[in-house]
């Protein structure tokens, strides 16, 4: 689908509750990755386990999430978006819903590779949505509405399950997430919905061999994920270990670390919600000097850990560069090849997983031995890399900006109305 603009709209402006439906998706499944972590303590005192035992269920869900996303990115591409995205928010729902009532950690890993799983249908389904329901020269403006979902989970869904599970305790916290996940899926399954176009319809016919290779030939696509893949490693290394040096520098207390850590959901929200402005500037050009700041910010904030002044402003400030990085890559990874939307916002959110999984272990390394300095220092350095690899003429990854974008020519194209029949998109 090539959704044109009108008066400098776009097609997402017709459908306001499909929008809200897929902020509300993207938050509801996002809160995940975040929520687990500062539960940790209490979900290892109720089953027993210590609280690196209970650490794993980060792992699980991450490497669940890098498996099926690419997966279902080939296998569902047949469906129609809000299905997938439907479905995906009923396994999760489920999977929550279950894990509240089980006494066994064996069996709450195994539900944490479903919400993965889950999590793995919805979150590339959701950002493919986006470029159906926009053209290229305005993808940044609905890109970042749907990537906001992401700020809403930190600033919003995560500090209410803190507080929920110190109150009736875990299970009942992410039974709530549970249930904000039906109400998500049943917010999509009633909002109407753009009609499908024949574009789609060939898309879909595309066995799922020739996609792949198509995907994985294709050299602007490959850039774009590895430098993602990049800068997510980049982006999960210091995140992982700052809660951690900001409680031991400062001697605070987990309230205070979730309030700085907040900082940072602020920033990202605070450009998701306008991203025109790297629609105007360009999304090529946006990211590349957003990982040219991130070098900088990712190796100098270990340094200002001791100083909250410095700190809570540069928090912000990361927040506001990676949501100009995410909005701007994810905006140019659903261009490359239109047609195989879905199967590149799948590998893309495979490449995150995969970067953090490749990253990690020698952050932990340079953790132990070399301080948190040393983590900042790798994350800049690899942020450097990721702008090189992304402004080489030779990635051609600017190439749909600089030929145009389909559907953002001036020629006659079919009008697309909200489809009476409720044809899903």
């Not at 930190?154 to 110190?166: C, E, R």
């Not at 700041?293 to 540069?314: R, S």
């Not at 953002?408 to 998109?425: H, I, M, Q």
Request: net charge positive.
């Amino acid at each position: 689908m090539h959704a044109r603009s009108r008066g400098g709209q776009t097609i997402a402006d017709a459908f306001p509750l499909l929008v809200a439906g897929l902020v509300a998706a993207v938050a509801t499944v996002g809160a995940t990755i975040f929520a687990i972590s500062p539960l940790l303590p209490d979900i290892a005192a109720s089953f027993g386990v210590t609280p690196a035992q209970a650490g794993r269920l980060i792992g699980f869900y991450g490497l669940s999430m890098a498996i099926v996303a690419p997966t279902v990115g080939l296998l569902a591409r047949r469906l129609p978006r809000a299905q997938v995205i439907i479905a995906g928010l009923l396994l999760f729902a489920l999977v929550w819903l279950l894990a509240g009532v089980t006494r066994r950690f064996d069996v709450l890993l195994g539900l944490t590779l479903l919400a993965g799983a889950a999590t793995g249908a919805v979150i590339p389904a959701a950002y493919a949505y986006a470029g159906d329901l926009s053209n290229f020269a305005q993808r940044g403006q609905v890109m970042g509405r749907i990537v906001s979902g992401w700020s809403i989970a930190i600033l919003l869904v995560v500090p209410v399950m803190a507080t929920a599970s110190q109150a009736v305790g875990w299970q009942a916290a992410f039974a709530a997430l549970g249930v904000t996940a039906l109400l998500a899926a049943a917010t999509l399954a009633l909002a109407p919905r753009p009609r499908v176009t024949a574009g789609g319809e060939t898309a879909a016919a595309l066995p799922v061999g020739p996609s792949l290779r198509r995907v994985l030939s294709h050299r602007p696509t490959l850039f774009v994920l590895v430098v993602n893949g990049i800068d997510m490693g980049a982006f999960y290394a210091v995140y992982a270990f700052l809660g951690n040096e900001i409680r031991r520098i400062n001697d605070w207390g987990a309230a205070p670390v979730g309030l700085a850590i907040a900082a940072y959901g602020a920033g990202l929200l605070l450009v998701t919600l306008n991203g025109r402005f790297i629609d105007r500037v360009g999304k090529t050009r946006s990211a590349v000097a957003a990982l040219a700041v991130l070098a900088g910010l990712l190796g100098g904030l270990p340094w200002v850990v001791g100083a909250p002044a410095l700190l809570i402003p540069a928090i912000v400030v990361w927040g506001c560069t990676q949501g100009v990085f995410f909005t701007a890559i994810t905006s140019l990874a659903t261009e490359q090849i239109p047609e195989l939307r879905g199967v590149v916002t799948a590998l893309l959110s495979g490449a995150t997983y995969l970067g953090v999984t490749l990253f990690s272990p020698l952050a932990v390394l340079l953790y132990e031995r070399s301080g948190f300095a040393a983590v900042g220092a790798l994350a800049g350095l690899a942020s450097i890399l990721a702008a090189l690899l992304l402004a080489w003429p030779g990635a051609r990854v600017a190439s749909v900006e600089r030929l145009g974008a389909p559907g953002d020519t001036p020629r006659e194209a079919p009008r697309e109305v909200p489809d009476k029949t409720r044809s899903r998109t």
